[in-house]
């Protein structure tokens, strides 16, 4: 899959609807893909983890090509998500990550990504997701983003080969935390043309100073993943929509106005003991709050979000 060309930003496109697997996490996968197709998803973002798709366990490629054919029986599109907390270190959430000051673990999360980039290849992913992690205890800013540097380059190269984009999450609390930290990234690699951006929109909520629909606005060239869910302002909590202080209908506007043709993913990694509900109450939601404002149409609040 190759990148989507510069002119088609601002072209508007439907809406493509999937829901996370790490919020389905009690249930086997092929239940979970059964679920989504049922309840009328597009698709789904595959998080690589021990319970779905294990990433490290033998006969990798055999079982890709099995998710690859229930993916297409069932219709469903995907996108291959990196964020299991514990698939590489069984003690460290999120451990090993790229930042990590010994290099032997920096290259299990980078031997990871790559993995992820063959899996997706496979699967006939939109892009696959990463994130930077956080900055350890005694690393100044400075080395981080050096590190950083250097060990997301090979995952572009592969990336690059498989012709497939590597979104990069800006993740609150991590050394890429926003979107000025993205680009920050992008102008430091020189600007590599497998690098685009996992935008989530809650994040935005929670500590972008530009409004979620700004944000989509904003980050309409780079734009390679969306994840959503609802978010309250100052405070990175994941909520099911409603239950948070994003105004979704001109989000959504503001996305299909940019043309951006990958999955909108629900995003909610605390709720798999409900997963199945939240499944099919959110979307829904997303489709009635999409319908709900004509696309390019303005935000109703100056914050973008619900009084």
Not at 22 to 31: Q, V, Y
Not at 93 to 104: F, I, Q
Not at 269 to 283: I, W
Request: proline share 10%; hydrophobic share 40%.
């Amino acid at each position: 899959m190759t990148l989507r060309p510069p002119d088609a930003v601002g072209t508007p496109h439907p809406l493509r609807f999937g829901y996370g697997t790490n919020g389905l996490a009690d249930l086997r996968l092929d239940d979970a893909l059964t679920l989504l197709a049922d309840l009328g998803y597009d698709g789904v973002g595959l998080t690589l983890d021990h319970m779905h798709l294990d990433p490290l366990a033998p006969d990798l490629a055999a079982r890709t090509r099995r998710v690859t054919h229930r993916l297409d029986a069932l219709g469903l599109e995907v996108t291959v998500e990196t964020g299991a907390r514990y698939v590489l270190d069984p003690r460290r959430k999120h451990g090993p990550s790229l930042l990590d000051p010994d290099p032997d673990d920096r290259a299990r999360r980078v031997d990871l990504l790559i993995r992820a980039v063959h899996v997706a290849t496979e699967l006939g992913a939109h892009a696959v997701h990463c994130f930077s992690g956080t900055v350890p205890p005694g690393t100044d800013r400075d080395t981080a983003w050096k590190r950083l540097a250097e060990t997301l380059t090979p995952v572009l190269d592969a990336a690059a080969t498989a012709r497939l984009p590597l979104a990069v999450e800006p993740e609150p609390g991590h050394l890429l935390a926003t979107l000025a930290d993205f680009h920050h990234l992008r102008l430091l690699l020189g600007d590599p043309e497998p690098l685009g951006l996992t935008l989530d929109i809650g994040h935005c909520q929670c500590l972008e100073p530009l409004p979620p629909a700004d944000c989509v606005r904003a980050a309409a060239p780079w734009l390679r993943h969306v994840q959503i869910e609802d978010m309250r302002r100052g405070l990175h909590e994941h909520l099911p929509f409603g239950d948070g202080e994003i105004d979704f209908p001109p989000v959504l506007a503001a996305l299909t106005a940019t043309g951006y043709q990958g999955l909108t993913v629900v995003e909610l990694p605390r709720h798999s003991h409900a997963g199945p509900h939240q499944a099919e109450t959110s979307l829904p939601f997303l489709r009635h709050a999409a319908a709900s404002v004509a696309p390019g149409e303005p935000s109703a609040t100056p914050e973008g979000s619900t009084p």
